[in-house]
């Protein structure tokens, strides 16, 4: 049981962990092209990879700036510090990033850092810039499988893309076919065929608008694993019954769903009523969490809690079944103490971009007025998840991408809970 929960919390956790180290890579920034970012692909031979990095080394020589010369050497000698612990790279690469980076006020401070990227990298580059490279790692992070969405009656249509816990409207088109009512001067008969006409051609228009527009995914043969179709009885089956949708398409049509709105709202109402659908697909699981926490919190006896400090005592109490951290939240918990007496205390502070927690103000101590120090930081989502192992505690992080998780975030804080039990705290 323990071990189920570990590898549910551990990809979990993945993603944003992930997404957070390319974040904090993003933010540094070196002067000239004194930042090196070495990709070295799972195939690659180390030595031959070595090999290039000191002849760069030797080829720095003719660099005329003392300053980037002396940068740029210490970079290549870091990453080949580094590339001695390693007989052959792991199993999916390794990135290398390495420079010496501007930290403010004129300050710069030499950093070399390893990842092991959670997909198997495919080319070789090493590349010298004021930033670091980091659009191979980026593509980690698109969703594998996507889905299409598509709302239509006689009037208008919209289409768009669900995409992991994300859906992604994309256009809509509305249409000039006359209501029931014909004008004068024409015959029943007459009107009525014209009208099906007209109705055929916005179908014919829908279905090539949509079509190109997935097709246009890109590597759709492998990525895109159906269509769902939504609006009212009959419009919805007479489109799907035509020959309207790209012939790729029609055969991943996964069902016809009744949706009130063919606007860009009809998409999210499209994703609900096609749940049954989608059982597995991220949003729905996040959705359904966040529906059994909303259902416990209108409960009397309810088991929900929220609040940094109602779940961390939740927590250390062993009452936690699933925490809920959203996927916003950047926040980190110091622990800050005063060198002169001793005093320590704990604060949980908002990370911005951009802002070091180092250059924050921490005041005076209250015991001896002394200045408090930063004596340790802690990412809050890795603090809760390292709490929640200590009683074999589900992890969900929860994007904010759909009303509930945006909900989590703004109202919740972005921390809270399903507990096993009422606690009271």
């Not at 979990?12 to 070495?38: C, D, N, P, V």
């Not at 004021?130 to 790692?137: A, D, K, R, T, V």
């Not at 669900?162 to 859906?167: A, C, Q, S, Y």
């Not at 927690?357 to 408090?372: A, M, R």
Request: hydrophobic share 35%; charged share 30%.
């Amino acid at each position: 049981m323990a071990e189920t929960v570990q590898t549910e919390k551990d990809e979990a956790r993945r993603r944003y962990e992930f997404k957070k180290m390319l974040e904090r890579l993003q933010e540094k920034e070196g002067s000239g092209t004194e930042l090196i970012s070495l990709y070295i692909p799972p195939d690659k031979q180390i030595y031959d990879v070595t090999a290039q990095l000191r002849d760069e080394f030797g080829q720095c020589a003719n660099i005329k700036s003392k300053q980037t010369k002396t940068n740029v050497q210490s970079a290549l000698s870091s990453i080949l510090s580094r590339l001695k612990n390693y007989k052959n790279p792991p199993e999916n690469g390794m990135a290398v990033f390495s420079g010496t980076v501007n930290v403010g006020g004129d300050r710069t401070v030499h950093e070399t850092i390893v990842i092991e990227p959670p997909e198997p990298l495919k080319t070789y580059i090493y590349r010298c810039s004021s930033n670091f490279e980091l659009e191979p790692l980026r593509q980690m992070l698109e969703e594998k499988f996507v889905y299409g969405l598509l709302v239509l009656d006689r009037r208008e249509a919209y289409w768009g893309f669900l995409r992991g816990n994300r859906i992604e409207p994309i256009n809509g088109t509305t249409s000039t076919v006359p209501g029931k009512q014909r004008k004068g001067g024409q015959s029943a008969a007459r009107f009525e065929r014209l009208r099906l006409i007209a109705i055929n051609e916005f179908y014919k228009k829908i279905g090539e608008r949509a079509s190109e527009t997935f097709l246009a995914e890109k590597d759709f043969f492998e990525r895109f694993k159906g269509l769902l179709i939504g609006g009212p009885t009959p419009t919805k089956e007479e489109f799907a019954a035509g020959d309207h949708l790209h012939h790729e398409i029609r055969k991943k049509v996964l069902g016809l769903f009744d949706v009130a709105y063919t606007n860009e709202s009809g998409l999210s109402e499209l994703v609900d009523a096609a749940g049954e659908a989608l059982k597995g697909v991220d949003l729905m699981r996040e959705k359904a969490i966040m529906s059994r926490f909303f259902k416990e919190l209108t409960k009397d006896d309810g088991v929900a809690a929220y609040g940094e400090s109602s779940i961390r005592k939740n927590l250390e109490a062993g009452a936690v079944d699933i925490l809920l951290l959203s996927t916003k939240l950047r926040e980190v918990r110091l622990q800050i103490q005063c060198g002169a007496c001793g005093y320590s205390e704990e604060r949980t502070v908002r990370s911005e971009a951009g802002k070091k927690i180092s250059d924050i103000d921490f005041g005076s101590c209250p015991k001896c007025t002394s200045p408090l120090l930063l004596e340790e930081e802690t990412d809050i989502i890795e603090e809760m998840t390292n709490l929640a192992d200590q009683s074999s505690t589900k992890v969900e992080i929860i994007s904010d991408d759909f009303e509930e998780g945006a909900m989590l975030f703004n109202a919740f804080g972005g921390i809270a809970a399903i507990l096993r039990y009422r606690t009271g705290l």
